[in-house]
T-cell receptor
Framework: SQQGEEDPQALSIQEGENATMNCSYK?????LQWYRQNSGRGLVHLIL?????REKHSGRLRVTLDTSKKSSSLLITASRAADTASYFC??????????FGTGTRLTIIP | DAGITQSPRYKITETGRQVTLMCHQT?????MFWYRQDLGHGLRLIYY???????DKGEVPDGYVVSRSKTENFPLTLESATRSQTSVYFC???????????FGSGTRLTVV
């Protein structure tokens, strides 16, 4: 069963707007990661946030983590057409494995 | 070429046939993984390996076999393909120090 569940399942916004995606998980984690998948391609690692961190930035990406609510959010600022993709959160429990959610499909309208 | 390479990119096979999907990485990453991606299920872990000659089951291992005789290769074999194994298969790797995975481009397998 999926550990992480993304919300919403699909999101369409105008270019230049900010996009926010949420991820909820069920059990304690070691870290949480976000990945992007362009259509027909493999997943690309975007950012990792550890369980003792609350916020992390990377370029136009901002990730927050609330371990008390078992949730995370990914914010993409000033969206571009090239950001159109599916975004997945993945949780790690301190072992080798990642468990992925079902993803949010983001469409940026030019 | 440096990176992680999957082959073939596309494969059509018949029910009951054995098929092997290949995965090769050039970084000498310790960990390698096989996932399948299906609509509505996201990515599900089939098998993973922590090092050469060390493999372990993931969430959906039934009907699949893996081996890892060399660090750089991690083939996935469907012993007797079934239609339910029609999917996109992704190989991934990571090293011991970094938790982020690097994924291959995937193999789209159709079982008819």
């Amino acid at each position: 069963s999926q550990q992480g569940e993304e919300d919403p399942q699909a999101l369409s916004i105008q270019e230049g707007e900010n996009a926010t995606m949420n991820c909820s998980y069920k059990t304690s984690i070691n870290n949480l990661q976000w990945y992007r998948q362009n259509s027909g391609r493999g997943l690309v690692h975007l950012i990792l946030i550890r369980s003792n961190e609350r916020e992390k930035h990377s370029g136009r990406l901002r990730v927050t983590l609330d371990t008390s609510k078992k949730s995370s959010s990914l914010l993409i600022t000033a969206s571009r057409a090239a950001d159109t993709a599916s975004y997945f959160c993945a949780t790690n429990f301190g072992n080798e494995k990642l468990t992925f959610g079902t993803g949010t499909r983001l469409t940026i309208i030019p | 070429d440096a990176g992680i390479t999957q082959s073939p990119r596309y494969k059509i096979t018949e029910t009951g046939r054995q098929v092997t999907l290949m995965c090769h990485q050039t970084w000498s990453h310790s960990y390698m993984f096989w996932y399948r991606q299906d609509l509505g299920h996201g990515l599900r872990l089939i098998y993973y390996s922590a090092a050469a000659d060390i493999t372990d089951k993931g969430e959906v291992p039934d009907g699949y076999v893996v081996s890892r005789s060399k660090t750089e290769n991690f083939p996935l074999t469907l012993e007797s393909a079934t239609r339910s194994q029609t999917s996109v298969y992704f190989c991934a790797s990571r090293d011991r120090l970094n938790y982020g995975y690097t994924f291959g481009s995937g193999t789209r397998l159709t079982v008819v």
